[in-house]
């Protein structure tokens, strides 16, 4: 195996050889990750290009920004899997290689996990599907199914609200990772491969049983009612500032509750609050129950002044909040979203102007220069892998 | 190691010991994943619980249904980790297991990751915190800050709109699982340990990078306007039937838009359309820009017939569409969210009647029978592991 000829400065995930056939989020996310660690990613693509290689953003040159940067680090190999040919090919690859293949895209013939498993007994194949009832699914028609697009959105507001990033993809990439990882792990212990299949709607079925929301529902018969930018069970709104910006407010701990009060001078009046409502406001519980009194204070402090006011009283205490920024005024403001955050890095792609690039999103002692990496021009390396492929004794 | 002793039924990560010291969603969820995978994880609490122990939603007996889902598999044991001996006892019980630990709370004298690494040199340490540079930031801030929040809910609606699931959260967990693996194998290879830290709002940050938005705001200078709920560069949208109820549909391949036009036999007037915009509607892009027109005719189909009947003419079809449900609408018409799907036991946890309680959402060829488990009550294996542990001999 590869394994053994790695350098161990290429991160954790040095030697590990991983195969894909993937399009839009979920798999080729993950497999950029294990990329970012460490890992070969060889990635198949039909001649010219599978589904998702030309969709939006697209650069000035025309290159899919969305493509490029779910594709960096792998490298880039184009074989036409229709033909069986192709898929024998690949095949080969795969089994001659680590015997890890990653794919939402129909695996047939010589790609069918049965029949690499036949071929090479401790193989690792992951299959990401859309439903495990076998429909066809995607992050926005699994947002809708799972309960998420109707509690979203303003209260006053009577329709569904979709997320403006594909959550649900992200969080299946980055689960279907560790599913890999998890039987890379016993396959090292026991030497037995498997098939891993996994379904975009379980995972967020899955998520929303794992925050709670689920057995809410079911343990009281009713849907939890939208909250509109409330947090459920804590205080936190979101704020306006006198030149028009609005910030985010949480308080989830008793620490962050009286840093707020001594920030904004507002403890006499919220004990008044208290008062009236008969609560200690020292809990969750308290505040969430006179959340409005609490929130119409607040407004009236924050209201008062400008966005660097706020920040200037908030700045160095343990407040926790944020101004709200759209994806420009985070390059603009937030230093977090700049190359002086040990994230990110600014580099050129195929047909992509520099960007900032993000390394993979760890520090660890053990690998303290994880570089990020551009993604690979389609079908670069072809040739290479295919010919190393060729003079692989087995 | 106790790996040696596990049983390989267990799961694939069957013999692999994590201790933890966490309190909220991504931390506690990280480890709860790995559990679901056959981790032994033993979570420590202060007497009388953490931070979390009683955050809503709570059951009908009082016990918070956020914390029972996300420890669900651990051991439970009460330390008071605010005194020195606590951590000393902390600190045995992870170096004299796999050295493994995670936490997102503050880990000082013996629990701290150069205290751990010095006291066994192949420990892995996982630290999660709100932000690279100190400040406090939860799920609702990191989603302030990272241009998700602007970018989401109704076009006319001025205001940002918040996440009713913590989606960074939950992307955080399965990233932590991901990087404690990564580590892991390295570990098993090299004999190596390190410390992993990571941050909840790099992980977003991270993640709008990924999908493609903040290098289009650095490339064009600005931040992509709000969309509602229509999906960018493609066709798809929610519609609204003839009963009151609304579907999301989206057409994001050729396949899928064919089986749309049979399905509603819209065929005729598309290509009308098509004409009027002088564009095909044969890609993605030639859709996205005929869109208002697309879906003015979508909508009139859809309105004439109620929810039933829209599901009668896409059944079978390759069209990519679900009706949005709240979560009292899933457990009544989604047969996914049932114990008819493997995802699903339905079993009790202290102080919680039975609730429909996930497995691991993967189907393992190797493990086909991973339990769903249930929560331990707080302390319950306090004695158990501690005096396995006086036990120990290395």
């Known amino acids: 195996m590869s394994a053994a000829t790695a350098s161990p400065s290429a991160g954790p995930l040095g030697g590990l050889r991983i195969v894909e056939s993937t399009a839009f989020i979920a798999a080729p996310l993950a497999t950029m990750s294990l990329a970012g660690l460490g890992a070969e990613v060889i990635r198949l693509d039909p001649p010219g290009g599978g589904l998702d290689y030309t969709r939006w953003p697209l650069s000035e040159e025309g290159a899919s920004l969305y493509w ?10 184009t074989l036409d899997l229709r033909e069986e040919a192709g898929r024998e090919a690949a ?7 680590d015997g890890i293949f990653v794919t939402n895209l129909p695996a047939r013939g010589a790609l069918a996990p049965e029949a690499l498993l036949e071929r090479r007994k401790d193989a690792i194949v992951v299959t990401l599907d859309g439903s495990p009832d076998g429909a066809t699914a995607i992050d926005y028609t699994v947002h809708a199914a799972c309960g998420a697009a109707i509690m979203a959105g303003p209260e006053a507001f009577d329709a569904p609200v979709n997320n403006a990033v594909p959550f649900w993809d992200v969080i299946a990439g980055r ?4 599913g890999l990882l998890a039987a890379e792990l ?10 891993i299949a996994l379904s975009l709607s379980d995972i ?6 794992n925050v709670g929301i689920l057995p809410e529902a079911e343990l009281t018969g009713q849907a939890r009612a939208r909250q509109g930018n409330w947090i459920y069970g804590s205080f936190g709104r979101d704020f306006s500032t006198a030149c028009g910006r609005r910030f985010m407010l949480a308080v989830v701990t008793g620490k962050q509750w009286r840093a707020l009060l001594e920030a904004t001078r507002l403890g006499a009046a919220m004990e008044r609050i208290g008062e009236a409502f008969g609560t200690a406001l020292d809990d969750d519980t308290g505040r969430y129950r006179a959340r409005h009194a609490i929130a119409a204070l607040v407004q009236d402090w924050a209201g008062a002044r400008d966005l660097a006011a706020v920040a200037r009283a908030f700045e160095g205490t343990a407040v926790c909040w944020s101004p709200y920024r759209d994806a420009r005024q985070m390059l603009d403001e937030d230093p977090r979203a700049s190359t002086s955050n040990p994230l990110f890095e600014r580099i050129a792609h195929p047909g992509v102007a520099p960007v900032l690039t993000p390394r ?12 990020a990496r551009p993604a690979p021009a389609l079908g670069a390396d072809t040739a290479a892998v295919l010919s190393e492929n060729e003079g692989t004794e087995k």
């Open 360 to 371: 993979a999103p760890f520090r660890m002692t053990g690998h303290p220069d994880l570089p």
């Open 186 to 195: 016993e396959r090292r212990r026991t030497g037995r491969g498997q098939h």
């Open 91 to 97: 095949a080969r690859l795969i089994c001659e290689g």
């Open 204 to 209: 967020a079925m899955e998520a929303v049983a």
């Open 175 to 178: 689960s279907l990772a560790m």
């Open 68 to 77: 490029t940067m779910l594709n960096r680090g792998k490298r880039s190999v």
